[in-house]
């Protein structure tokens, strides 16, 4: 119920996140970030609070897009219409 929960709302942050006010940003900020760096060239970086840094890091997105793949090659697994979906939204960083 934990991992669905934390899809859904990743799958849907960047509206969450748009349509809140400065109060409700700061709540999400706090719910998905331990970390936000801003380097001095600009560029940002952060750490994730759990479980959102397993779920936004891209390494292990495509590691489990390609066992579905395989899992529903052999039969082994049933995979929704979902899951590229969200895979697809799960990257928090461009928030800003």
């Not at 509206?15 to 801003?38: G, K, P, W």
């Not at 579905?68 to 590229?84: D, F, L």
Request: proline share 1%; with cysteine.
């Amino acid at each position: 119920a934990n991992l669905d929960d934390s899809l859904g709302l990743l799958a849907n942050i960047v509206s969450v996140y748009e349509r809140a006010d400065d109060a409700n940003r700061r709540l999400c900020n706090q719910a998905f970030f331990h970390r936000i760096f801003i380097e001095e060239d600009g560029d940002v970086r952060v750490e994730y609070e759990r479980p959102f840094g397993s779920l936004c890091d891209t390494e292990e997105q495509m590691n489990a897009l390609n066992w579905a793949a395989e899992a529903k090659k052999k039969g082994e697994a049933q995979t929704g219409q979902r899951v590229e979906t969200l895979v697809e939204g799960l990257n928090l960083s461009h928030l800003g």
